[in-house]
């Protein structure tokens, strides 16, 4: 089959693992081309990957007059993906976003109905789902054998310096990134919770500036209830010196479960627990034993951007929806929407997910 050929529309910082993703997905994809509004961006991509990089304000409309493009990714602030991913839709291209998908619920519908009119692939990047702590406990969920969840929490304790928001001028903007610690960095765990332990019906929160100097929040926590009544948290900021950890945590009637720093740091079922002995200590943790079960079962499996753009490429090609659509990315950008609406007003926020 031929290969998927790729644009990257933003040359920044992160458009470097796609463009280090295709590289290893040689097999099934090429980078044909990137797009930077900044040329000097666009030429220092260029110079490091040795594809060719358009740059200038007519730098996307040029990438998506092109007839050797299939696909593009966008790689570029997050205030920006939805106007790009219907202008990409509309010019016939599938369509990889990074999380967030979009910064408000308007934007994420637009996205949804141009890819419903034009018939395109919209996906986004979330690539903590590909990690095989997620995979575990998101099948141990599936096939009932943490029974019914009651309890999931989210926490992301980040450090990020006040240069880290002053160099790119569109961090801690709301325009541009929508939120803070929760919109841009918590966002993957917040989709993560929301994953494994089912949608979220009422959001209680707390958001604060507390250590930077940007518009959005720094820090915000929230009680969470669950649609299946489970309780949680969330917690997200990027003041915690020197980067703490992040951690997400599921339990349910028959085991538990707690992912920290995307690794498996805990496991338990009942159903997968050896018979106890009598005197012996009846929970027994189970990590080690389902990690490398999982490995013996999946050799060479993939994380990263490089798990992300495999899946979404054979999504495409098996014309089935993209494997985080634009409707499931949207859940993660209602509930952060959510607990800064219950921050601002005082009030308990009702999701209509
Ligand atoms: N998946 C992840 O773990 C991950 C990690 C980092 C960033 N991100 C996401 O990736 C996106 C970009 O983040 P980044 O850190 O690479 O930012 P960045 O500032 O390093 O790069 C963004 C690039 O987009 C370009 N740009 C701005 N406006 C443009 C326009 N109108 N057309 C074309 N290019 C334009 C900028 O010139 C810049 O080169 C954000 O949405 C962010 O949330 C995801």
Redesign the pocket.
Known sequence: MAKLRFGI???????R?HANALRQLSDVAELVAA????PA?AESFQQRFGVEALGGED??SRLLARRDIDAVT?????G??SE?AVQALDAGKHCLS???IAITLEQADAMIAAQRRTGKALGC???ARYEPASVIVKRAVSEGRMGRIVHANAYLKWYRAQEYYDA????GTWRM?GGGALM?QSV?KVDLVQYLAGPVATVKGYAGTLAHRIETEDAAVAAVRFQNGALGTIEGMTNALPNAYTRVEVYGTEGSATIVNERLATYYTRSEAPPAKEGEKPLTDLTPEVLARFEAEHPGWRTG?VAVLADFIQSVREGRDAPVSAIEARKAVEIILAVYRSSREGIEVRLSQ
């Open positions: 529309i933003g040359a920044g910082g992160i458009a693992s797009a930077d509004v900044i961006a730098a996307i966008l790689a570029t602030p997050s920006l993906h790009q990074e999380k967030p990047v979330f690539q790119g001028g569109w961090r990134d841009n993957h951007h």
